[in-house]
């Protein structure tokens, strides 16, 4: 099993669970995250003074799935967060040892 923890634009989040669902995911996990990369932030003008927004906002979406899914799972991430612009997030990829089912006690990818 793996989990996929993507970081992504927040105006991207309902195309990427369209995508994830279209794929065969059933569940998913959104937070509301701020980061700071090669995107560097703005600047912004607040009743007359300029300053400095250097962590933007973003959403992490973070999915359980057996490994045979991983593939089709990252490419319809890339597809639906895609802008082809600076700041469109990143995917990372971990190993998932065990995952169990709070109501029925089901473990494994049975949990999933």
């Known amino acids: 099993m793996k989990m996929v923890s993507a970081i ?3 105006f991207k ?5 369209e995508a994830l669902s279209e794929v065969g995911v059933q569940g998913i ?3 509301e995250v701020r980061g ?13 003074a300029e300053y400095v927004v250097d962590f933007l906002p973003k959403v992490k ?4 799935v057996p490994a045979e899914m991983l ?3 990252i490419d319809a991430i890339l597809k639906s967060a895609s802008t082809r612009k600076i700041g469109d997030g ?3 990829v971990y190993d998932l040892d065990q ?14």
């Open 99 to 112: 995952a169990v089912r709070i109501r029925t006690g089901e473990t494994g990818p049975d949990a999933l």
């Open 29 to 31: 996990t959104v937070t």
């Open 36 to 48: 700071f990369g090669r995107q560097k932030g703005h600047t912004e003008l607040y009743r007359g």
């Open 8 to 10: 992504i634009k927040p």
């Open 13 to 17: 989040l309902d195309d990427v669970r």
């Open 90 to 92: 990143k995917i990372f």
């Open 61 to 64: 979406v973070e999915v359980a």
């Open 71 to 73: 593939d089709k799972v």
